[in-house]
Structures are given as C-alpha cells and as structure tokens.
C-alpha cells in the first residue's frame, strides 16, 4: 500500500503536495517495491506498474511531468513541454502535476501563498551549489511570498563530502561553513537540509518547512543511492487542483 509523505506546511488546501516512500510497488531485488524511475535498470513493467498505482492512489489528474535530471539548473515549463532535461519544473497550469526524483539527493516542493504558481526542484550538492532553487525561485513573482518544503534526503550524520566540496559553498556563502563538521583530514560531514535552507533564505524565502528525514538512516522506507548505488528511485510531486476537496 502506498502511503505517501504530505508535507506540513500552511498552503492553500488546492494545492497537492506528496513524497513518496520506497513501499507499495511491486519492485523486486535492489528497487523493491515502489521504485518511479526508468533509468536505473529496473524492470520497465514494473516501473510502470508502480507509477500506474501512484497516479491511482494520488488521484493525479495528468501524467507527471517526469524529468530526466542532470544536477543542473534548468527549470522546466511542462504546459509548454520545452524540455525534459532539467532539474526543477514550474507551472501555474491546473492539474499540471511537476514532479522530481530523488534517492539521497533534497527534493523541495514550492508554491506561492495565493496557490496560483508551484515548482518542484531536485538539489544535490552540484545542484544547489549552481544554483537551482535560485533558479526556481525566479520563476515565481515574489520570492518573498513563496513557501517551500524539503523533502527526505541524506541526513548530515551520513553525507560525507571532500574539501572542495565544502569550499564552493563557503565560496559563495560564508555562513555555509555552519554546515560541514569535519569528519577526518580532507572530509566533512555535510547538511544538505540546512545549506538549502540558508541559499532559500538567502532569495528571500522566510517560509521554509520540513527537512530532517535522512534517507540513508532508514532503508526500510528510502532508497539511497550513497548506501545502495544499484537502487530505486523516490518521487515528489506537486500540481494546483481544480478540485478544493
């Protein structure tokens, strides 16, 4: 059975925001059971299957707008089907259901106060170093008037990073260095949940929620690709509803 993760945060109650775990699909092996992604060697029947009992479970009114993820900063218009090779999608469409796919890597879910714009975006550390919830956030008219929600994502007692990794993001944000505890000579333990939370700050968003679920920690209900490089993948999902039930 799929349960979904539903975000906690104060949007407008036409707006339909889940992430999802790793349980209720029909995967076998190293994807069991609810893996979304057809790239990952996966049986492609039952990828499909599993996004069939998703959209089924959801209620979702469109076929998702499944990207194919670069770690990059390009911001997907699905109503206008520009591209498919980015790493956020945004729409003020109805039943326009954006949707990113992670397995370690921080999802964050988006939408203006009004429920009249919504963005999902996919940050790993490349990602969010170059700058793709800045990205998003462009997209919308008032950052100051966006909410976001971070999804589940490799906690900072298990994201082990190099210093150049550190660097970059000191580089561009001293306060980054707030995120990285040394871990042993060369390597740091990184928080992904709080320098996404200080770069969404940082463009103007006050209203942040969610993060904390590490991905790696529970593999009973997250894949991880840092734990398990052959793995499934998580998806999440946002659309504005015309239907306020």
């Known amino acids: 059975m799929i349960e979904p993760i539903i975000p906690d945060w104060p949007a407008p109650e036409h707006v339909r ?10 995967s076998q092996g190293a994807w069991a059971s609810l893996n979304l992604a ?52 945004f729409t003020q469409q109805l039943n326009t259901p ?12 988006f939408c203006d106060e009004q429920g009249t714009a919504v963005a999902a975006a996919h940050a790993g550390w490349r990602g969010l170093a170059a700058g793709v919830l800045e990205q ?30 550190r660097e970059m993001f000191v580089q561009q944000h001293a306060a980054a260095e707030n995120a990285f505890v040394i871990s042993r000579s060369g390597h740091w333990m990184a928080d992904i949940f709080l320098l996404a939370r200080q770069r969404l700050s940082s463009a103007g968003v006050s209203h942040i929620f969610g993060g904390g679920i590490c991905t790696y920690a529970d593999a009973d209900h997250f894949y991880s690709f840092r734990r398990e490089s052959v793995t499934g993948r998580m998806a999440s999902l946002i659309w504005l509803s015309d239907d306020n039930k």
């Open 136 to 165: 998003t956030l462009k997209c919308f008219d008032e950052p100051s008037k966006v909410m976001a929600w971070m999804g589940p994502a490799i906690g900072p007692e298990h994201f082990e990073v190099g210093d150049e990794v």
């Open 98 to 109: 954006c949707v990113v796919m992670t397995a370690d890597c921080l999802p964050v879910l």
């Open 17 to 26: 925001a889940y992430s999802t775990t790793r349980q209720g699909g029909v």
């Open 38 to 89: 057809t790239h990952v060697k996966d049986d492609p029947n039952h990828v499909a299957e599993n996004r069939r009992r998703l959209s089924e479970t959801l209620v979702i009114p469109n076929e998702p707008y499944w990207l194919e993820q670069v770690h990059g900063t390009e911001v997907a218009r699905p109503e206008l089907k520009t591209t498919h090779c980015a790493d956020a999608a």
